[in-house]
């Protein structure tokens, strides 16, 4: 399964290359700001609404893998993020969540982060974004996220596990077995198991000091998510058994290229079986390393017989630039 689907990986990162020109600094993309929302599961259809020290307010929605991303046209840094609405797990999602972002790159909005910007504000997330303007960002430097983020990580006891990834900025896909992903399912059930509501968790972060509730054990509810590995639901399942045509269709800053087919490949069981694949591909590293960068898997997600990926190629030589690229598999 695994072959077939790198095998089809190879074929789309060459369309990927080629259609960057190469790697020969002769396409030029704007800057993007893009990540993840998910709170254990991906958000879906997830409102993501920007707001830039300078520019004008930005805003997009979150795909079915909970992946989002903007075009930055004059905006200025730092942004402060919010995603609300949408789906969870296929029901109503009725809690926002926000994040802040310092560079024009990677910035998720989970949970996760939402208590890192409590504490960095010293009062609810919604209420300081409704009320965002270049004042509201002052104070929202590296140096004080940095010690926000690290109050947090303390207080629930993430430090260990998280072992140097940073939650605002690390990219990741949610989906079973994945670093984050799983750091986010077990907060939410360690916050269950001690008998506490996400508002009280996150009015306890906007306080001066900030300590685990009783009966919060993150370590614990970790090593129970990773236990029962493969039981998450909300994740995306396959519907198809069996081999099919495979056609692979690549999308660059917005740009849709030819699409290649790849005939007699085993249609994933899973989300999990499908982008497993995709992480361990190694073809996506070196297509970025050929174009003079890096290219990284922002998200996957794998619904009935589509899968999806969301990467971003940074490229550094010879000239500093970063391009999108969607890239949809079909098991028909």
């Not at 200025?76 to 993020?81: E, F, Q, R, V, Y």
């Not at 495979?246 to 800053?253: A, E, I, K, N, P």
Request: glycine fraction near 12%; proline fraction near 4%; aromatic fraction near 6%.
């Amino acid at each position: 399964m695994r072959t077939k689907i790198l095998a089809a990986s190879t074929l789309a990162a060459s369309l990927m290359l080629a259609a960057c020109g190469g790697g020969d600094g002769t396409t030029y993309t704007p800057d993007t700001l893009s990540g993840v929302a998910a709170v254990g599961v991906p958000i879906v259809g997830g409102q993501v609404n920007v707001a830039c020290a300078g520019g004008s307010a930005l805003s997009t929605t979150t795909n079915s893998g909970g992946a989002w991303q903007v075009t930055i046209s004059g905006q200025t840094l730092p942004c402060a993020l919010e995603v609300s609405g949408g789906t969870v797990s296929g029901s109503a999602n009725s809690t926002p969540y926000h994040s802040i972002a310092l560079s024009f790159d990677t910035v998720n909005i989970t949970p996760l982060t939402d208590l890192v910007v409590a504490n960095l504000v010293g009062k609810a997330p919604a209420l300081w974004f409704s009320g965002i303007n270049a004042a509201a960002l002052n104070g929202a430097n590296s140096a004080a996220i940095k010690a926000a983020l690290n109050k947090v990580n303390t207080a629930l006891g993430l430090s260990a596990t998280l072992n140097g990834a940073n939650p605002l900025t690390t990219r990741f896909s949610p989906v079973n077995g994945n670093l984050i992903d799983d750091i986010l399912e077990a907060i939410a059930k360690a916050r269950a198991a001690a008998g506490l509501d996400y508002p009280a968790l996150l009015a306890l972060a906007a306080g001066n000091s900030f300590s685990a509730p009783t009966g919060f054990n993150f370590s614990s509810a970790y090593t129970a998510v990773k236990a029962a590995g493969g039981t998450e639901t909300g994740t995306g399942t396959g519907t198809g058994t069996g081999n099919a045509n495979l056609s692979v269709q690549v999308s660059v800053s917005g740009i849709t290229a030819s699409s290649i087919a790849v005939g007699n490949v085993p249609v994933p069981s899973s989300q999990s079986e499908f982008c497993s694949a995709i992480d361990k591909d190694a073809t996506f590293t070196q297509i970025g390393t050929s174009a003079g960068g890096s290219l990284t898997i922002n998200s996957c997600s794998f619904s009935g017989k589509v899968g999806k990926v969301n990467a971003t190629l940074t490229m550094t030589s010879p000239i500093v630039m970063t391009v999108p690229y969607a890239i949809t598999y079909t098991y028909n």
